[in-house]
Structures are given as structure tokens and as C-alpha cells.
């Protein structure tokens, strides 16, 4: 008689995120023990494993977004877990290079409730941590066990080279005085958008879907990421800087081009040109005409429409998550994290 384990109780994303942590932030840790002794002191120092002295800190890598969706598109497929943990440590290991990187281009000096590398340690030591990173991340998936090894490191570059284009997309829209939507949501696509495809698509990959499972799981990440950008740049506007991180209105302050920003500018109203009129202005904005900025953009209809967007590629993720045919368990997991990233508090 062949007795048939039963199925595990279906989390919520809160707790899924916490295992997935505990679960992929140490073999990350181990990843990045390989790194020249140098560089790798500083990398500790972004992901708080310890202080610029080298005194150990408690405090958290990060959120685990990404790997949750590696592991959970490998399981979805029938895969075990572990296979996709490789892919699941690469797409954090991208994520972070993108962060550091990140807060140097913008002139961000926190980074979840810390102070940003950069600004802590200098550029040069935060680019080449970056760097380091982004080839940590090739490594770990080159050095993975069949078939992500295979397929799985072109996928990744291919992704790491959109990302970028997106980060470079972002930075020469920021010079430009009129951005439309449409231009907005393409660099969106790929400064968001292909890191959090690409972990999906690694992680079916990992579990040995086929390309079919592999391109709806890949396309349910794109949706995916889509809402995660929209809701992201609410929260630059609107978000608690507790959770945030960053201060109140940090997006507006550097005059960002973001999604329900570039939405109200487009608008031919009172409030769409007034908010024109404040990002024209090259002086830094007062506390008052930040407070203001915010105001516009909603007035003007841009608070609205990206969280109508946010809620609309929910939707088409999971209907390509559907199409995936994917196991009950990781399709309800999956789900529940699509409904966190479009639901924080916008």
C-alpha cells in the first residue's frame, strides 16, 4: 500500500516571506564567504551582518521577495525546494548589486532604515560591491546543479541586462521635461519587471518545467513586478518612512519621473499643470511644496490610476499563473504574495 504524504498547510505571505528568509539568507551568507575578503567586508555591511568595525548586527537582509517567487515557481512545477535554491540566492544577489547601485545614482543616503553604503563607506566601495555581486549571482546559478546550469546563467544576464537598461532608461528620463506613460512603463518593465520575471522563470527552470510552464510563470513575474513598481512608487510618495526606510516624499524631492507622477503630468488639468510647474522649478522643493507635490498627484488622478494598474496586472499574473498548471499549494502561495505586493497600504 503506498502511502501518500499530505499536501502542507498553504501559508500566508507574511509567513512565507519569513521562511523563505531563513531559508535562503544563509546559504546567500555562504555564497558571499567566497568573496575576496576585502569586498566582502563591505557587502556584509549593506546586508547588516555587521558593522563598518566588522562587529556583528542582527539586523535583517532584506524582504526575500524574489527568492520566495524562485522557490514557490519551482515547487509550483512539482520540483523540490531545494534545486531552486541557487536561482533563489542569484535573484537576491542581483537585487542588492541593483540597490547599491541604486542609491548612489539617486543621491539616497538610507537604506532600510540604514545608511546606505555609499554614504557609509564611500561610492567606489559601494559600485565594486555591486559588482561584486552581480557576478556572485552568475556564479551561483553556473554552478548549479542540471538543468538550471544550463539555461538558467543566460537567463539571468539577459535579465540583469534589462534590468539596466531600465536604471539607465530611468536616469535619462529624469533630464527630460515631458516623459509619457508609455515610455515610463517600458523603463518600469525593465528596472522592475525582468528581475522579478527572471526568479519565477529560474525557479520553474530549476523545477524542470518545460518552456510552456516556464514562459506563464516568466510572465506572471512580469505582471507581478509591474504592480510591485506602481505600489512602490506609491509608497515614495505616501509610504510611512518606518517602513519605508526612506524619508517622507523622497520620490518627489529628487523630482522623479515615477508612474502616477509621469500619470497626472499627462493630464490637461489644473492640477496636472500646476504639479508641471513645480518639477520645472530647479531649486529643492520646501517641506510645504513637497506636502503639495503629493496633493497634485493625486488631484490630478495619478494616485488613482497606478493603483488601478497595480490592481489590474495582479490580475493578468494570475491568470498566467493559472495557465502554468500549477500545484495547489504554491498556486494558493503565489497568489497570496501577488495580493501582498499590490496591497501595501497605497
Not at 59 to 81: D, F, H, I, Q, T
Not at 309 to 314: N, Y
Amino acid at each position: 500500500m503506498t502511502v501518500v504524504a499530505p499536501a502542507r498547510p498553504v501559508r500566508d505571505a507574511r509567513q512565507i516571506l519569513r521562511d523563505t528568509g531563513r531559508e535562503t539568507f544563509p546559504v546567500l551568507r555562504a555564497a558571499a564567504d567566497r568573496l575576496p575578503a576585502g569586498i566582502r567586508h563591505p557587502v556584509g555591511v549593506h546586508f547588516g551582518w555587521w558593522d563598518q568595525a566588522g562587529r556583528p548586527l542582527e539586523n535583517s537582509a532584506g524582504k526575500a521577495v524574489r527568492p520566495a517567487l524562485a522557490l514557490l515557481a519551482c515547487e509550483a512545477v512539482g520540483g523540490a525546494r531545494s534545486a531552486a535554491l541557487p536561482a533563489a540566492v542569484a535573484v537576491e544577489l542581483v537585487h542588492n548589486a541593483s540597490l547599491l547601485h541604486d542609491d548612489i545614482i539617486d543621491g539616497d543616503r538610507l537604506r532600510r532604515g540604514r545608511p546606505a553604503l555609499w554614504a557609509l563607506s564611500g561610492v567606489p566601495a559601494a559600485i565594486l560591491a555591486g559588482d561584486a555581486l552581480f557576478f556572485l549571482a552568475v556564479q551561483a546559478v553556473s554552478e548549479a546543479p542540471p538543468p538550471l546550469d544550463g539555461a538558467g546563467p543566460g537567463l539571468l544576464t539577459a535579465a540583469v541586462q534589462d534590468l539596466i537598461d531600465g536604471e539607465y532608461t530611468d536616469t535619462l528620463l529624469e533630464g527630460r521635461s515631458a516623459v509619457s506613460v508609455e515610455e515610463c512603463v517600458a523603463m518600469a518593465a525593465g528596472k522592475t519587471g525582468a528581475l522579478i520575471a527572471v526568479s519565477c522563470a529560474l525557479g520553474a527552470l530549476a523545477g524542470g518545467a518545460d518552456a510552456e510552464r516556464v514562459g506563464h510563470l516568466r510572465a506572471f513575474g512580469a505582471h507581478v513586478g509591474a504592480a510591485f513598481q506602481l505600489v512602490d512608487d506609491l509608497l515614495g510618495i505616501w509610504g510611512d518612512p518606518a517602513r519605508t526606510g526612506k524619508p517622507a516624499g523622497a520620490d518627489l524631492a529628487a523630482r522623479k519621473k515615477s508612474l502616477p507622477v509621469t500619470a497626472a503630468l499627462a493630464t490637461d488639468g489644473a492640477a496636472g499643470r500646476e504639479l508641471s510647474l513645480l518639477y520645472a522649478d530647479p531649486g529643492p522643493l520646501s517641506p510645504a511644496e513637497l506636502a503639495r507635490a503629493a496633493q497634485l498627484v493625486e488631484a490630478a488622478g495619478g494616485r488613482f490610476w497606478a493603483a488601478q494598474e497595480a490592481d489590474r496586472h495582479i490580475q493578468q499574473a494570475l491568470a498566467q499563473l493559472t495557465a502554468a498548471r500549477p500545484g495547489e499549494v504554491a498556486a494558493a502561495e503565489l497568489t497570496a504574495l501577488a495580493h501582498l505586493i499590490s496591497s501595501r497600504n497605497h
